[in-house]
């Protein structure tokens, strides 16, 4: 026997399949949701990380280099106390190179007396770019030429009027963009070469060579830039023959004429001004590689210029 249908049965089945459709959908609907903000969060967690990582190299570089950079002075003059002490031969170190680790990560520093080093700027406007150019071939033999690109700022000044008071020249030469092929470096995965190559050179000193401390090459290139080479390579021996002997009376006594030799006194010194430190960092699989140089002034005052490759 049939039953009969009750008004609204099936209206109500209908809705309820409804209903199931929908419920159906906004669970499809939430789950996608779910993994788009799955999705975002591990985005932000990866990038939190990367920002992380990058926190902890930059703050550890700059730790690093502002300890250095303060103890370099100390550092140097104890180096030389004991080069002297022990009758070495030659120039004092100018040079010293740490690696150690800190929190996981691999530090390698490079620290060095940048008054022991060629000033490119003070050359520049002495010589000019070619023979700058000869000499800096000279000094960094033996390294990648391809990566050599001198592009100075305006044009060489010459040597000073002797007349007048020695004036400070403007930067020919602000980086070492201007100097090396920087991104070729960076394609070649050689930026810390650029450590190697600038070695013997430097941008930012001021107060003239440091002779006890400047290796051979660099004191006689520097030399090369007011007399010839026999005569560069003359003071150069005589001053390694008779350390104590201040270079001001070295220059006096090696036969050059009288304005030559003003242009060497204020080219050479026996004391520093200028420190340089190279930090590069290996942590997380990200490397980061950065200068600092600290300049002081004759009145006390010091000035720190920082850099980022």
């Excluded at 000019?128 to 044009?155: A, C, I, K, Y």
């Excluded at 005569?231 to 005589?238: D, F, G, H, Y």
């Excluded at 050479?268 to 600092?292: F, H, I, N």
Aim: aromatic letters at 8%; a positive charge.
């Amino acid at each position: 026997m049939n039953r009969s249908r009750k008004p609204g049965e099936t209206i109500g089945g209908r809705a309820g399949g409804f209903a199931l459709v929908a419920v159906i959908v906004c669970l499809v609907l939430v789950s996608v949701a779910l993994i788009g903000v799955a999705r975002a969060s591990l985005r932000a967690a990866s990038e939190t990380a990367r920002l992380k990582v990058d926190l902890q190299l930059r703050w550890g570089a700059r730790s690093c280099q502002k300890a250095v950079l303060e103890l370099a002075p100390e550092l140097f003059d104890r180096l030389e106390e004991r080069h002297r002490s022990e009758d070495g031969a030659g120039p004092a170190p100018s040079r010293r190179n740490y690696r150690f680790s800190l929190n996981g990560d691999a530090y390698r520093v490079t620290a060095s007396d940048a008054s022991a080093a060629f000033d490119l700027n003070t050359a520049f406007h002495y010589v000019g770019r070619n023979r700058l150019e000869t000499s800096l071939r000279r000094l960094v033999s033996g390294q990648d030429m391809r990566f050599l690109r001198l592009q100075p700022s305006g044009r060489s000044l010459g040597k000073p009027d002797l007349e007048e008071e020695v004036p400070e020249f403007p930067d020919a030469f602000s980086g070492w963009g201007q100097v090396f092929r920087l991104e070729l470096l960076a394609s070649a995965g050689s930026r810390s070469h650029l450590v190697r190559m600038t070695g013997p050179l430097t941008l930012y000193a001021r107060g003239g060579l440091n002779v006890r401390r400047a290796p051979d090459a660099v004191f006689q290139a520097t030399c090369e830039l007011v007399v010839s080479g026999s005569q560069a390579k003359k003071i150069v021996e005589r001053c390694r023959e008779y350390p104590r002997l201040s270079i001001r009376r070295v220059v006096e006594q090696v036969g050059i004429e009288r304005r030559d030799q003003v242009y060497l006194k204020s080219l050479l010194s026996d004391q520093s001004s200028c420190y340089r430190v190279w930090v590069e960092v290996q942590g997380a699989g990200k490397r980061s590689l950065t200068s600092a140089v600290i300049r002081y002034g004759s009145d006390g005052s010091n000035e720190v210029l920082s850099h980022c490759y």
